[in-house]
């Protein structure tokens, strides 16, 4: 079983484009983050998210808007999309007891 | 603010070479700290951990000490393996906060 599952892998879309990215984690856990990796693997974080309440907004354009219909999903919906948006999103959760972060396998956004 | 300084890469060795990535952390109280790993093409994975002052984090032959006097938790591994090959992210957490906090990361690549 996946512990933390983002959709799609791969999204290819045009300037101006709106689309979403998918997240769902089946660990229980209350915290829920979404990240940006740039080229350079630098990791950004965007927005966290505990038992579906925002927390954390890290200067993020409001074209990127996080929804959490419950605290096991997280999605992210990006308007009117950018060349600069182009990065790999990682959505990830984490446990409160131990502090551990579990990672998705990342959505690789590239925009043309 | 929180923030966690890394050595600078791309890190190359050769196979059964003794590895070390250097972490500095400027936090206030007593943060968690993190080393991650990201293999090519997936998400990050929690590699080792330590909560307080002087613990020592091991996993796969790597180790990490919690160092407050010098606010270091600096990577080792006395034998790397081509397959060690992958981005190293020191991370930290304080305390009951929302924000896991990432280092800029490290590439390594070990060579046959």
Redesign the interface.
């Known amino acids: 079983d996946t512990a933390v599952s983002q959709t799609p892998k791969y999204l290819v879309t045009q300037m101006g484009n709106d689309k979403s990215i998918k997240c769902e984690q089946n660990l229980g856990h209350d915290t829920m983050y979404w990240y940006k990796q740039d080229s350079k693997k630098f990791l950004k974080i965007m927005f966290s998210y505990n038992n579906k309440e925002l927390i954390i907004n890290e200067t993020v354009p409001n074209r990127f808007s996080p929804k959490s219909p419950d605290k096991a999903h997280l999605n992210l919906h990006i308007n009117s999309l950018e060349l600069g948006d182009s990065a790999v999103y990682f959505c990830a959760s984490r446990s409160t007891g131990t502090g551990e972060a579990f990672f998705g396998q990342g959505t690789r956004l590239t925009v043309v | 603010g929180n923030s966690v300084t890394q050595m600078e890469g791309p890190v190359t060795l050769s196979e059964e070479a003794f590895l070390t990535i250097n972490c500095t952390y400027t936090a206030t109280g007593y943060p968690?700290l993190?080393w991650?790993v990201?293999y090519p093409?997936?998400?990050?994975?929690?590699l080792l951990?330590a909560?307080k002052a002087d613990d020592k984090g091991s996993n796969k032959g790597f180790e990490a000490t919690y160092r407050k006097e010098t606010t270091s938790f600096h990577l080792e591994k006395g034998s790397v393996q081509v397959s060690d090959s992958a981005?190293y992210?020191c991370a930290l957490?304080r305390q009951g906060a929302?924000?896991?906090?990432?280092g800029?990361?490290t590439?390594l690549t070990i060579n046959p």
């Open positions: 968690s993190f991650y990201q093409g997936e998400g990050l994975q929690l951990k909560t981005v992210f957490s929302q924000k896991l906090v990432f800029q990361g590439r």
